[in-house]
């Protein structure tokens, strides 16, 4: 295998901008996921996919490696991932460059804008010394997430389709619109995948291996306030963003995304808009535990109703909507093989598993509750959704090698 083939595939995906939308009332949420979407299929059938399909009208691709042995229980495993980038920071006109032998000091994105990736806000930088790794100018996010997810299973599908001597069962492969925006597997074709069991690849730093995720909830908070001129507005107006800044208020501090880690959950403020008659805040609610999930929701119910009894009801209105559950109670106990293969195969690459909680989601969440069992992972990423995300090089070749592995087994 060409080492150099994966990041080659990395650096044409990401020129495609995939950026998604949060509340889109299409799907997929913005058309341009499509182009990536339609050129994925022409590539699998230039390499001689078994069963390529782009759905034109919901944009996913689909297709099959044919098996080539008859062992085993004829089981077919699957490897998914997401075509789309983050609403959160701009996904457009990315320049991306290679940062060679990196010697663990700061890294100059910009020097223009003098924006500096260092050690001393992201110490995992130290990790990846003398290895090399791929940057932004500072100004987008870098797509990694999960372009390099999309650029390992092609690559490794290209290496199983050119090299019939590698023996292995039928592998499925698809790549999904609108995971960032919660919407991934809507439309998601079980049947055509044809999958009994899959992986995600859309974790983060290399030897990541996951399969308890957050559960997870969206909010939206409408606050209705009353206009008077402030030369005679005592005891008149009710100003509707103090109202919506004294709900965040009310929320507990502690629980904030920036305060928690491991298994703790929180309330993250993603969006506040708004002025003296109207405003309006939008939230994920996030927790591992299904119990203490449902207690948050009930907290963000209760600070609604408490506003409402303090400046009028109909004063503070809500949703809440969940989004995915945690994959866990659907893969423990009688998958948990999955879990156990793909540590093997990371011990075999020398590649030291780290079996942990997601602080986030994947399709693969909710594929494992509409019954395709799917853990996730890594891809070989850092600093996700945001300008200082960056992804080493050779993390990327060592897991398009734990794929092909993975696929043999």
Same mark, same amino acid.
């Given at each position: 295998m @060409?080492?150099?083939?994966?990041?080659?595939?990395?650096f044409?995906?990401?020129k495609?901008?995939t950026q998604?939308q949060?509340?889109?009332q299409?799907f997929?949420?913005?058309?341009?996921? @499509? @182009?990536?979407?339609k050129?994925?299929?022409?590539?699998l059938?230039k390499m001689?996919?078994s069963?390529?399909f782009?759905d034109d009208?919901y944009?996913?691709?689909?297709?099959? #490696?044919p098996?080539?042995?008859q062992d085993g229980d004829?089981k077919v495993?699957?490897? #998914?991932?997401?075509m789309?980038?983050?609403p959160e920071?701009?996904?457009a006109n990315?320049?991306?460059r290679l940062v060679k &032998?990196?010697?663990?000091?700061?890294?100059?994105?910009?020097?223009?804008?003098n924006? #500096?990736l260092s050690p001393r806000?992201?110490p995992?930088l130290?990790?990846y010394i003398?290895k090399?790794?791929?940057?932004? &100018?500072g100004t987008?996010l870098l797509?990694?997430?999960?372009k390099?997810?999309?650029?390992?299973?092609m690559?490794?599908?290209?290496?199983?389709l050119a090299?019939p001597?590698i023996k292995?069962?039928?592998?499925?492969?698809?790549?999904?619109?609108d995971e960032e925006?919660g919407?991934?597997?809507?439309h998601?074709?079980l049947?055509?995948?044809?999958?009994?069991?899959?992986?995600?690849?859309?974790?983060?730093?290399?030897?990541?291996?996951e399969?308890?995720n957050?559960?997870?909830a969206?909010a939206r908070?409408e606050?209705?306030?009353?206009?008077?001129?402030?030369g005679?507005a005592k005891?008149k107006?009710?100003n509707?963003?103090?109202i919506?800044m004294?709900?965040?208020?009310?929320?507990?501090?502690q629980?904030?995304?920036?305060y928690?880690?491991?298994?703790?959950g929180?309330?993250h403020?993603?969006?506040?808009e708004?002025?003296?008659?109207q405003?309006s805040?939008?939230?994920?609610i996030r927790?591992?535990d299904?119990e203490r999930f449902?207690e948050k929701?009930?907290?963000? @119910?209760?600070n609604a109703e408490f506003?409402n009894?303090?400046?009028?009801m109909?004063?503070?209105?809500y949703?809440?909507?969940?989004?995915?559950y945690?994959m866990?109670?659907?893969?423990e106990?009688?998958?948990?093989?999955?879990?156990?293969?793909?540590k093997?195969?990371?011990?075999?690459?020398?590649i030291?598993?780290k079996i942990?909680?997601?602080?986030?989601?994947t399709?693969g969440?909710?594929?494992?509750f509409m019954?395709?069992?799917?853990p996730?992972?890594?891809?070989?990423?850092?600093?996700?959704?945001g300008?200082?995300?960056y992804?080493?090089?050779e993390s990327m070749?060592?897991?398009v090698?734990l794929l092909?592995?993975l696929a043999?087994?």
């Amino acid at each position: 295998m @060409k080492d150099d083939t994966v990041i080659n595939n990395f650096f044409r995906y990401i020129k495609y901008d995939t950026q998604s939308q949060e509340d889109a009332q299409t799907f997929p949420s913005t058309e341009k996921q @499509k @182009k990536l979407g339609k050129l994925l299929y022409e590539e699998l059938k230039k390499m001689g996919a078994s069963d390529p399909f782009f759905d034109d009208t919901y944009g996913y691709v689909y297709a099959k #490696i044919p098996a080539n042995c008859q062992d085993g229980d004829g089981k077919v495993l699957g490897f #998914i991932s997401h075509m789309d980038t983050s609403p959160e920071t701009s996904g457009a006109n990315i320049h991306a460059r290679l940062v060679k &032998d990196y010697n663990g000091g700061d890294i100059c994105l910009n020097e223009k804008e003098n924006i #500096i990736l260092s050690p001393r806000e992201y110490p995992e930088l130290r990790d990846y010394i003398g290895k090399q790794l791929i940057v932004t &100018d500072g100004t987008t996010l870098l797509g990694a997430d999960d372009k390099a997810g999309v650029a390992e299973i092609m690559t490794m599908t290209e290496y199983l389709l050119a090299h019939p001597e590698i023996k292995h069962r039928e592998i499925a492969i698809a790549f999904t619109p609108d995971e960032e925006v919660g919407s991934g597997v809507d439309h998601f074709d079980l049947k055509r995948f044809g999958a009994d069991y899959a992986y995600t690849v859309d974790g983060g730093a290399i030897g990541e291996l996951e399969y308890e995720n957050f559960n997870a909830a969206f909010a939206r908070i409408e606050v209705h306030g009353v206009t008077v001129h402030p030369g005679e507005a005592k005891n008149k107006m009710k100003n509707a963003s103090r109202i919506a800044m004294e709900f965040d208020k009310n929320l507990p501090e502690q629980q904030r995304p920036e305060y928690t880690q491991g298994y703790e959950g929180f309330f993250h403020l993603t969006n506040m808009e708004g002025g003296t008659e109207q405003a309006s805040l939008q939230y994920i609610i996030r927790d591992h535990d299904r119990e203490r999930f449902e207690e948050k929701k009930v907290l963000l @119910k209760q600070n609604a109703e408490f506003l409402n009894a303090k400046y009028g009801m109909g004063t503070v209105q809500y949703q809440i909507k969940d989004s995915y559950y945690n994959m866990k109670e659907k893969i423990e106990p009688e998958y948990l093989f999955l879990i156990e293969k793909a540590k093997a195969c990371m011990e075999e690459l020398s590649i030291v598993p780290k079996i942990q909680p997601i602080r986030g989601g994947t399709d693969g969440a909710r594929l494992s509750f509409m019954g395709l069992p799917c853990p996730n992972l890594c891809t070989g990423g850092h600093n996700f959704h945001g300008r200082f995300e960056y992804c080493c090089v050779e993390s990327m070749q060592q897991i398009v090698r734990l794929l092909l592995l993975l696929a043999q087994k």
